[in-house]
């Protein structure tokens, strides 16, 4: 008697399914894998550049049309610096700048956002207050808005004593989450500086007073 083998359609099919599966988990694991270096570079660079500082100089991108004339800022060289012309990918309007501390699975969130615009040269603080209200305040609760938004304090910012509005906002999600508002008009220039943080503490609070103090606007 001959015995006739024969190898049907499923063994095939699951040879084939067996193929695609380690292919998708290399692909996976590839992936992961890269994430995770970057993860460690970026947490490798943090922990090197601890407790030191950078200047930012805006005039290296003023070409653009929409980027103020200039303004230099010191900011922990540990975080990260975005230049954002038209907004960013969410197209934020008048964002420019985002520095921001490089955050991880359960860690806070931590930035500094810089809005600027173009104005009149007869605008007052209370033109750059209504803009920012009725414009650019993402994410801050309405409610909260509304009951602050004639609430601005006056004071004075910067390496020259700019004047200045400062309001604070804390309806957020995160264990101590704060938002700290600085407006100011220089010129026929508008600013914006938008502090956040989910974890407030006397280390952030020490972080964004040495940024704010350092501002010096170019005239």
């Known amino acids: 008697m001959t015995l006739k083998t024969t190898t049907g359609t499923g063994g095939?099919?699951?040879?084939?399914?067996?193929?695609?599966?380690?292919?998708?988990?290399?692909i996976v694991v590839f992936i992961v894998g890269l994430f995770l270096i970057e993860i460690g570079k970026r947490y490798i660079s943090m922990i090197h550049y601890q407790?030191?500082?950078?200047?930012?100089?805006?005039?290296e991108y003023s070409q653009a049309s929409t980027f103020p004339d200039g303004f230099r800022l010191d900011y922990p060289t540990n975080w990260e610096v975005s230049n954002l012309r038209k907004g960013g990918t969410k197209n934020l309007r008048e964002l420019r700048v985002s520095f921001y501390k490089p955050n991880y699975i359960f860690t806070p969130s931590t930035y500094l956002q810089v809005w600027w615009r173009r104005v009149e040269a007869n605008w007052?603080?209370?033109?750059?207050?209504?803009?920012?209200?009725?414009?650019?305040?993402?994410?801050?609760?309405?409610?909260?808005?509304?009951?602050?938004?004639?609430?601005?304090?006056?004071?004075?910012?910067?390496?020259?004593?700019?004047?200045?509005?400062v309001q604070t906002f804390n309806r957020f999600e995160g264990k101590n989450p704060r938002r700290q508002v600085v407006l100011l008009v220089v010129g026929d220039e508008?600013?914006?500086?938008?502090?956040?943080t989910d974890d407030y503490n006397e280390d952030i609070a020490a972080t964004f007073e040495r940024m704010i103090t350092s501002l010096d606007i170019y005239r």
Do not use: C
Not at 51 to 59: E, I, V
Not at 190 to 196: E, L, V
């Open 190 to 196: 508008a600013f914006a500086f938008s502090f956040h």
């Open 51 to 59: 407790g030191g500082w950078s200047q930012y100089d805006s005039q």
């Open 12 to 26: 095939h099919k699951k040879m084939k399914d067996f193929k695609v599966n380690k292919i998708s988990l290399i």
């Open 124 to 165: 007052s603080l209370d033109d750059v207050e209504e803009w920012y209200v009725s414009d650019i305040a993402f994410g801050v609760n309405r409610d909260e808005l509304e009951q602050k938004r004639d609430r601005f304090l006056r004071t004075k910012v910067g390496a020259y004593d700019y004047p200045a509005l």
